[in-house]
């Protein structure tokens, strides 16, 4: 029994000891100026970076961000984009001009049925057709099948609320 007693109480000081030898990170410490998300329970894939910092110019009462051909869209109460993208946002997107400027991640506009669509593109590949993109809603189960180059009128390259 005393043995017992002793193996337990080794494993307790191991395990501390291991926790104060192990460098501990904090994840609340902001080691840089970017900001940290915390606690998600599936990641997915983020939109490209299409705006650099250099083309953002921040004023008093107003911010400028030098976009060459951009335009901004509205969005109807569909919810399958939601918290990402609900209603009364707005955005700012570009047309592609090539599908090699679309990526993974990315959240564009396309019509299928004569209707447009904003959802995240999943996949991209080719197939015997050409080029495609897989895209799905944040919110829904299915995915919307292949989304081919034509069909693609924008990427969305910012949100504002």
């Given at each position: 029994m005393r043995l017992v007693y002793l193996s337990i109480l080794a494993i307790i000081i191991?395990?501390?000891?291991?926790f104060f030898l192990v460098p501990f990170k904090n994840p609340f410490v902001v080691k840089n100026s970017k900001e940290m998300p915390f606690g998600s329970s599936q990641e997915k894939a983020s939109p490209s970076n299409y705006i650099n910092a250099s083309q953002?110019?921040?004023q008093d009462s107003r911010i400028i961000i030098t976009i060459d051909n951009a335009s901004m869209g509205?969005?109807?109460?569909?919810?399958?984009m939601m918290p990402?993208?609900?209603?009364?946002s707005n955005s700012i997107r570009i047309?592609?001009?090539?599908?090699?400027?679309i990526h993974v991640g990315d959240i564009i506009t396309f019509e299928q049925d004569?209707?447009?669509i904003v959802h995240r593109v999943i996949e991209t590949g080719y197939d015997s057709n050409g080029w495609y993109a897989t895209t799905k809603g944040d919110n829904t189960e299915q995915n919307d099948g292949k989304i081919r180059f034509e069909q693609i009128k924008y990427i969305t390259i910012g949100i504002l609320y």
């Open positions: 191991v395990t501390a000891a291991a953002i110019e921040i509205r969005f109807a109460n569909t919810s399958s990402l993208i609900d209603e009364d047309v592609p001009s090539s599908p090699e400027q004569n209707i447009l």
